[in-house]
């Protein structure tokens, strides 16, 4: 059982022996200080690095890399150390990325030594930030805990160390920036570091190292220490003994400078995970102010003491300022149904992305929207409320005045309207005051919620559509777009529904009700339509695994090609958009008698009974101009579809005018009830289910010019070519 | 810790430190009197009903009860209803929650009324309760026992009104009749 970890959540670890799983967009750097009870980290001697990977208890790998296996062993540190964080930054001046906010989230995950996994955590919610504590160990009443920390800093590695206590921050900063710009030739091939005879406790990770070479082919370098980089944890490697891997000058002269063995860290590193107490006391007395392992590194790249590589330290950090986590400007008063986690250590309580119930990620999100849209709903309901009463009492009060015939005119009568009207703008401030700490805290949360989104809850222009990935996964939910309400200016609330979708769409190209909302004439609100439509078939497909969504388009008129263009030129269309009414009875047909297979092998509890190869996708038939093209037969076959496909994984989207359809009377009535509606411009149409405001909604439009979408469909394709092939 | 509440008592909700509660629950429990008779260990099932009903300047203008269990602006949240009672000692059969940070500003007294859905009386009823808990940390703040049932089907038990900048309860204990809260209205408009 995996625990999902939210920032700030701990857990308590059941084993002493542990590995650290790194997974980033691209490569990373990653490091482990040892800090006292205090946290306090005394000495570079603290700091697992490149440059200086191995430390008792601890060892990370000697360079940059999109993945990592930090070998942990708790039991082996120091007893003085208390703390441990494991920390990550991105390698300055390879020319890759320079903040946190412009990858996808980096994922840590504790495992077990056999590899199951403990805890997983993505640090969500970062920006400009260059280097991340990603989580810590904590001793607490003798017992070790996993805590997710998540804190960054925008001045990078430099700031994350002096946080940390380090008196020569800067220095060792430049001292690892060097090692890892250095590159692979400082790499520190991984010790399968076995103490001799003690087989029973030699589980120890091989493939701690090397995992940080994970991008390159597993034969290629890879010596007897690495070649199982997926069970670290296998049975006690024979080939090594008395501490010296019998593989390593192997390893030296086979391999490539990646692999360029260092003897020292390979004596040290049996230290740690050896399992008899006396050996680990021995060589590792305590807390020594000098590094245990001195005699190690006897390459340039491995002299650690500080001032000597700050003095030919090539990098600068030229951002010094550590990002200062603002406050949300009130403090939470969360309304009772959504907790909030403990703040960590010194950090002041601040919303957090996943802060919510559930056993994913997607899931937490979800039910963070959620609980922000029914939190704004509400809030809102109060101030309406309020002002709404203290309209009504005021006009009581004035009334009042004018039927007292004494009162009526003259002084008094002035006075009492003037305090009628005081008490209600006191009465509507204090409203307006509640409302405004409330907006201001739902915008926190927001800001830090939006940019942690995965791809089907996220606008196109988040980020994440950039570096996105083809699921494997089915995704919970899909945005179509932002509600917003009058009093909540600048807060935008994700319309979220479940997948699969209980009802179907209808993106209505006709005229809306809201004047406001009407600046385009009927061609325009048509093109419009249909940009809404096929940006969410889009959004559909990519995040579908590759071939479990198939997309059907019903274009009797041909009016929508080129809107449909992005579609069909990815060839993910089932086919080229069905014309004319024979097209259109072709395709219903088909996707009718689907309906019809499936629904009579569930219900006939027989689903094995489909016929061999039967694909189980989900399918959107997309029918635009409804209901143009269309005869009786075929309303009533689409009728079938919105009423029984969605059971079976058929789904409609209609792009449709109703008052095309209005030669049919009240029959359709049904249809359009049945099918949610959607608008091309923004149009307050959508209630919400728990106070009934009316909320304006947004369609989730692809930016113009943006090519988000054909760069997304491209990808899609193309793992769907790979999947069939 | 906890004040025994008589009747009329009025409190103010404050900590003892000082500061103001932030939210507060209005815990009710009740169990069904074993009833004389042939087979005299049985027990009837009796539904009674929590609900509160939020007041700005003697207008009703939300309710929280078992069909509506949340008010709108979501300050005030009913548990969930419950149709025997008998938790437990001491135990809450039906809870409303109160955000006293949250309730909207115009709201300025929230009155907690009880009643017999079943129809039985409260004659029917053994140790019922109701009492007050700082939600934030548990502790009762004041219990009030609903002694000497009588033979009516409802009872008005409590308000907790705004008072200067923090917020004051007063125990009511007034005997009424009614189904649910909407017969009571008539009962409750003399004790705002």
Same mark, same amino acid.
């Given at each position: ?92 001046? #390879? ?6 906010? !412009? *990858? &996808? +989230? $980096?994922?840590?995950?504790?495992? =077990?030594?056999? /590899? @199951? ?61 060097? #090692? ?6 400082? !790499? *520190? &091939? +991984? $010790?399968?570091?076995?103490?001799? =005879?003690?087989? /029973? @406790? ?524 | ?192």
């Amino acid at each position: 059982m995996t625990a999902e970890l939210v920032r700030g959540q701990n857990l308590p670890l059941p084993e002493v022996r542990l590995e650290v799983r790194v997974r980033a967009d691209g490569p990373v750097v990653a490091g482990a200080t040892l800090g006292d009870e205090h946290g306090t980290v005394t000495g570079g001697e603290r700091v697992a690095r490149p440059g200086a990977p191995a430390l008792p208890g601890i060892e990370v790998s000697g360079q940059a890399a999109a993945d990592h296996r930090i070998a942990v062993d708790l039991a082996a540190l120091p007893g003085a150390v208390h703390r441990v964080s494991v920390l990550l930054a991105l390698p300055s001046g #390879a020319g890759g990325p320079v903040r946190f906010g !412009a *990858v &996808a +989230a $980096p994922l840590v995950a504790v495992t =077990g030594p056999d /590899g @199951t996994e403990v805890a997983r955590y993505t640090i969500t919610g970062l920006d400009t930030e260059s280097a991340v504590v990603a989580l810590e160990f904590y001793r607490r009443q003798g017992a070790w805990k996993v805590r997710a920390v998540g804190q960054g800093y925008a001045g990078g590695l430099a700031d994350l160390l002096a946080d940390l206590g380090l008196p020569e921050a800067r220095q060792l900063a430049n001292t690892i920036d060097e #090692a890892t710009a250095q590159g692979p030739a400082d !790499a *520190v &091939a +991984a $010790p399968p570091p076995h103490p001799p =005879g003690t087989p /029973g @406790t030699g589980r120890i990770p091989q493939g701690t190292a090397p995992a940080g070479h994970a991008d390159e082919p597993p034969g290629a370098t890879r010596t007897g220490a690495a070649d199982a980089p997926q069970s670290p944890y296998g049975t006690p490697d024979p080939r090594s003994s008395g501490g010296v891997p019998s593989v390593a000058s192997g390893a030296q002269d086979a391999a490539t400078p990646p692999y360029a063995d260092v003897p020292g860290p390979l004596d040290g590193a049996a230290g740690p995970h050896d399992s008899t107490p006396g050996d680990r006391t021995a060589p590792h007395p305590g807390p020594a102010p000098t590094a245990p392992y001195a005699v190690a590194p006897p390459s340039d790249a491995h002299a650690v003491a500080p001032p000597a590589s700050a003095t030919d330290g090539p990098v600068d950090y030229t951002h010094p300022h550590r990002r200062t986590a603002p406050p949300p400007p009130s403090p939470p008063t969360r309304p009772a149904q959504r907790v909030v986690p403990p703040a960590g250590p010194g950090q002041p309580t601040r919303p957090v992305a996943g802060d919510a119930t559930g056993w994913s990620l997607d899931e937490r999100l979800y039910n963070q929207v959620r609980g922000m849209f029914e939190d704004l709903a509400r809030t809102t309901a109060a101030y309406r409320s309020a002002v709404d009463f203290a309209d009504s009492r005021r006009e009581r009060e004035l009334d009042k005045v004018l039927s007292d015939p004494r009162e009526r005119t003259g002084g008094r009568a002035d006075a009492a309207r003037e305090e009628a009207r005081a008490r209600h703008s006191r009465l509507v401030d204090q409203a307006r005051e509640a409302l405004d700490r409330d907006l201001a805290q739902l915008r926190a949360e927001a800001d830090v919620v939006e940019p942690a989104l995965p791809p089907a809850y996220a606008r196109w222009d988040n980020p994440v559509w950039q570096g996105y990935q083809v699921p494997t996964e089915h995704p919970m939910a899909l945005r179509l777009g932002d509600l917003h309400l009058p009093e909540s200016t600048g807060l935008r609330i994700p319309l979220l529904v479940r997948l699969p979708l209980e009802r179907g769409l209808w993106v209505d190209s006709g005229r809306t009700g809201s004047a406001g909302a009407a600046p385009a004439d009927t061609g325009e609100l048509r093109r419009l339509a249909l940009d809404t439509a096929t940006a969410l078939a889009a959004r559909l497909l990519a995040v579908h695994p590759p071939g479990e969504f198939t997309v059907h388009v019903l274009d009797p008129a041909g009016s929508g090609t080129s809107a449909f263009a992005p579609l069909l030129h990815s060839g993910l269309l089932a086919g080229p958009p069905a014309t004319g009414a024979a097209g259109a009875a072709d395709v219903l047909g088909r996707l009718t008698q689907r309906v019809d297979l499936v629904q009579m092998a569930v219900r006939g509890g027989a689903p094995d009974a489909l016929p061999p190869g039967f694909d189980t996708s989900g399918h959107l038939l997309i029918v635009n101009d409804f209901p143009h093209g269309f005869d009786d037969r075929a309303v009533t076959r689409l009728r079938y579809l919105a009423d029984e496909g969605p059971a079976v994984g058929v789904h409609l989207m209609l792009v449709a005018d109703r008052e095309d359809a209005v030669g049919y009377g009240p029959l359709l009535d049904p249809l359009w009830r049945a099918l949610l509606r959607l608008t091309p411009v923004p149009d307050d149409h959508l209630a919400d289910p728990w106070v009934g405001h009316a909320w304006t909604y947004e369609p989730a439009l692809v930016p113009s010019g943006s090519q988000v979408l054909r760069h997304v469909l491209t990808r899609v394709a193309a793992a769907r070519r790979i999947r069939d092939r | 810790m906890t004040v025994n509440m008589t009747k009329g008592q009025a409190i103010d909700l404050q900590k003892k430190d000082g500061g103001t509660l932030t939210a507060v629950r209005m815990g009710l429990g009740w169990q069904a009197a074993p009833r004389r008779g042939l087979f005299g260990t049985r027990t009837r099932e009796i539904d009674l009903d929590a609900s509160a009903v939020l007041f700005a300047d003697r207008q009703p203008v939300d309710v929280v009860f078992f069909r509506h269990l949340v008010s709108d602006d979501g300050s005030v949240r009913h548990t969930g209803d419950n149709l025997v009672g008998g938790v437990g000692q001491g135990g809450d059969d039906e809870a409303v929650l109160v955000d006293l940070q949250r309730v909207p500003v115009h709201i300025d007294q929230i009155v907690f009324t009880v009643n017999s859905f079943t129809g039985q009386t409260f004659q029917e009823v053994q140790n019922a309760f109701c009492r007050l808990v700082d939600e934030t940390n548990g502790q009762e703040l004041a219990r009030y026992t609903l002694a000497g049932g009588g033979a009516y089907t409802a009872q008005i038990m409590a308000k907790v009104h705004r008072a200067g900048t923090g917020w004051q309860m007063t125990a009511l204990g007034v005997p009424a009749d009614g189904r649910t809260f909407q017969d009571l209205m008539p009962a409750i408009e003399p004790v705002l």
